[in-house]
């Protein structure tokens, strides 16, 4: 008899899209969206959830965010025998264990139970053998095992170097290698058991989303698959935001589009258990606007056809010719034209608009990509030395200013 169960991951609950017109807030988008995660799951008839990573966007979730999750969690609960949750590089492990107390409330009234297991919850297994980071159990005649290994720091897996005493210089891949063959060894397993791992990692072959985070996506945080294959049937991975499949490995991606360049579809999979094999089927979620970016070239009257064509999208539109203050405040009077960027097709890069325009231009750069920031602030110091007025040098002063005043904001964030 068949079984089906869901894997989703990257749901960035709390995530704001930077606009010129101020941050826009997507809770309605996250709540529809979920209600179409439940919608899938309930006609599914499946029988437990798998949710890889990254819950929410901030360390410091804003209690909106906190709510959506749990009201998430509380209809799932309702549908499903089990919900399997690990932490990702955006989570907090204190605030995912506050969610774990009401769990226990929970499980209390009920077979049914609510998984969530975070580094800390790793370090306490491999060294006082509490915690367990699997979870064996039978649904119709099968028995599955589920293995959970949360996102693991860089910084943070010294200590596991420690523990294992490892010799050889430090491998990032290679740590998880010796965790999974540490957990396995402890496990007495049936040939029939299907097996699971779940995991927040970036595979080397992985093709990135476009919006992931620079600083966790680096050649450092890069794991082999031959350090994690193991003979699992499925193995339900997080971190990057685009939908792909790797031999038996699978990102789900996130559950919507997270900023402009994830121009992809976003989605969850669903995944059917059947005479020992796994059969798994991507399945787009449509409650969400689209992110789209439009090129403003030569007739600006064709490019308002365009945002007229899609209202229910945001819209970052790329200018590649000079546009009169007029024009400027045309595009910004349509509600959904969230952001402007002006661009040299030629040089290949963002360049200034007029200096009427100076602070749109700032706040319309991704200050998540600190090499921008870095690159415009070097590029405005390429002074002039023939030009002493000194109405040119205040006006650069001021706006190198502003680029590093962007910058400080993130930084003390």
């Known amino acids: 008899m068949s079984l089906n169960f869901i894997h989703l991951s990257d749901l960035h609950l709390g995530k704001k899209i930077k606009s010129i017109k101020g941050d826009i807030d997507r809770y309605n988008e996250f709540y529809q969206t979920f209600e179409e995660i ?8 499946s029988k437990f959830v798998i949710i890889s990573g990254d819950i929410f966007h901030n360390k410091l979730p804003s209690l909106e965010a906190e709510e959506l999750f749990i009201n998430f969690l509380i209809n799932t609960y309702e549908l499903v025998d089990y919900i399997f949750i690990i932490s990702g590089n955006h989570d907090s492990d204190l605030k995912l264990k506050n969610l774990n107390a009401y769990n226990k409330l929970l499980n209390k009234f009920s077979d049914k139970k609510i998984i969530i297991y975070t580094f800390s919850d790793l370090e306490d297994y491999f060294n006082n053998n509490s915690k367990l980071p699997y979870f064996k ?3 119709n005649n099968t028995e599955i095992l589920i293995i959970l290994i949360p996102f ?5 897996g010294l200590k596991f170097h ?13 740590l998880h290698n010796i965790l999974l063959s540490k957990i396995l060894q402890d496990l007495e397993l049936n040939q029939n058991t ?11 072959s992985a093709n990135l989303g476009n919006s992931e985070s620079p ?4 050649d450092i945080y890069k794991v082999l698959i031959n350090d994690i294959s193991f003979d699992f049937h499925y193995i339900a991975l997080g971190h990057i935001h685009k939908y792909q499949k790797i031999q038996n490995i699978y990102y789900s991606g996130s559950i919507l589009p997270l900023d402009f360049g994830e121009d992809y579809k976003h989605g969850i999979i669903l995944n059917t258990i059947e005479n020992n094999l796994i059969k798994s089927e991507f399945i ?3 409650n969400h606007k689209k992110l789209i970016t439009l090129e403003l070239n030569e007739n600006i009257n064709n490019l308002i056809n365009q945002i007229e064509n899609n209202k229910d999208s945001y819209i970052k539109i790329r200018i590649s010719n000079a546009l009169n203050s007029f024009d400027i405040q045309n595009l910004l009077n349509f509600d959904n034209v969230i952001k402007l960027e002006k661009f040299s097709k030629e040089e290949n890069k963002l360049i200034s608009y007029d200096e009427k325009s100076q602070q749109n231009q700032i706040n319309t750069i991704d200050f998540s990509n600190i090499l921008k920031i870095y690159e415009m602030y070097y590029k405005e110091l390429k002074i002039d030395p023939n030009n002493k007025n000194p109405k040119n040098k205040e006006k650069l002063e001021l706006k190198l200013k502003k680029i590093l005043n962007k910058l400080e904001e993130i930084i003390n964030k």
Do not use: A, D, P
Not at 162 to 174: C, G, R
Not at 198 to 204: D, K, Q, S, Y
Not at 215 to 218: G, R, V
């Open 284 to 286: 787009e979620l449509k």
């Open 162 to 174: 420690q523990i294992f005493q490892i010799e050889k210089e430090y491998s990032y891949s290679k």
């Open 152 to 156: 693991i720091e860089y910084r943070l």
């Open 215 to 218: 600083l966790y996506t680096n």
């Open 137 to 139: 159990f039978k649904l």
């Open 194 to 204: 299907i097996k699971i791992l779940v995991m927040h990692i970036m595979l080397n």
């Open 38 to 45: 439940e919608y899938i799951i309930k006609q599914s008839k």
